[in-house]
């Protein structure tokens, strides 16, 4: 079983277009996250949620949106897309951060390339 | 606020070798977690550690806590074509982790 799974993994749209990544996990965790991967490979938080509320937003675009149906499935809408947006994006999870940074779980990515 | 930095940012070995990279935090952390991504792959959890001056082994991995606990690294004995990969390391700020720029590690065969 997919500890962390996301969908999809490659995803190639034109500027302008709206999209969706999923991300679900079945690890029974109380955090998720979103980071953006650009292509020098480094690594920055967009967003965290613990059980469902939001509890982390970085210095993202409003274009960027991400909702938490439940506390395992966290999903990143972005509108308006622009070629600076093509990155890989991870969702990740831990246990429930209350003052201390459990080891995170990542999901295979999601490989966005913006034309 | 918090920065880590890891050097180096890439480095090529033949097989056999021993690599170390180095991870540097501008404020004291409370624990530093490193990861390993492979090519094309996702970040891996490897390991975690707290104490001052701590020092854990996994096979041929050794990681280091400096004892001011402002610094890392991560040592592998004798690489093998299998430890190629991007390593980071990680610590905690304000309620998120804070990652290195990472180091791309290569094993000539």
């Known amino acids: 079983d997919t500890a962390v799974s996301q969908t999809p993994k490659y995803l190639v749209t034109q500027m302008g277009n709206d999209k969706s990544i999923k991300c679900e996990q079945n690890?029974?965790?109380?955090?998720m996250y979103w980071y953006k991967q650009d292509s020098k490979k480094f690594l920055k938080i967009m967003f965290s949620?613990?059980?469902?509320?939001?509890?982390i937003n970085e210095t993202v675009p409003n274009r960027f949106s991400p909702k938490s149906p439940d506390k395992a499935h966290l999903n990143l809408h972005i509108n308006s897309l622009e070629l600076g947006d093509s990155a890989v994006y991870f969702c990740?999870?831990?246990?429930?951060?209350?003052?201390?940074?459990?080891?995170?779980?990542f999901g295979p990515g999601t490989r966005l390339t913006v034309t | 606020g918090q920065q880590v930095m890891q050097i180096p940012q890439y480095q090529h070995v033949q097989e056999g070798e021993d690599f170390t990279t180095y991870c540097n935090s501008s404020t004291t952390l409370s624990n530093i977690q490193w990861y390993k991504q492979r090519p094309g792959g996702h970040p891996v959890f490897l390991i975690q550690l707290v104490k001052s001056g701590e020092v854990k082994k996994q096979k041929r991995l050794t990681f280091q806590f400096g004892e001011a606990k402002k610094n890392s690294s991560l040592h592998i004995t004798a690489t093998q074509t299998t430890d190629v990969g991007t390593y980071f390391c990680?610590?905690?700020?304000?309620?998120?982790?804070?990652f290195g720029q990472g180091t791309e590690l290569s094993v000539k065969p």
């Open positions: 690890l029974g965790h109380d955090t």
């Open positions: 949620y613990n059980n469902k509320e939001l509890i």
């Open positions: 990680a610590g905690p700020q304000g309620g998120k982790l804070i």
């Open positions: 990740a999870s831990s246990q429930a951060a209350s003052g201390r940074i459990y080891e995170q779980y």
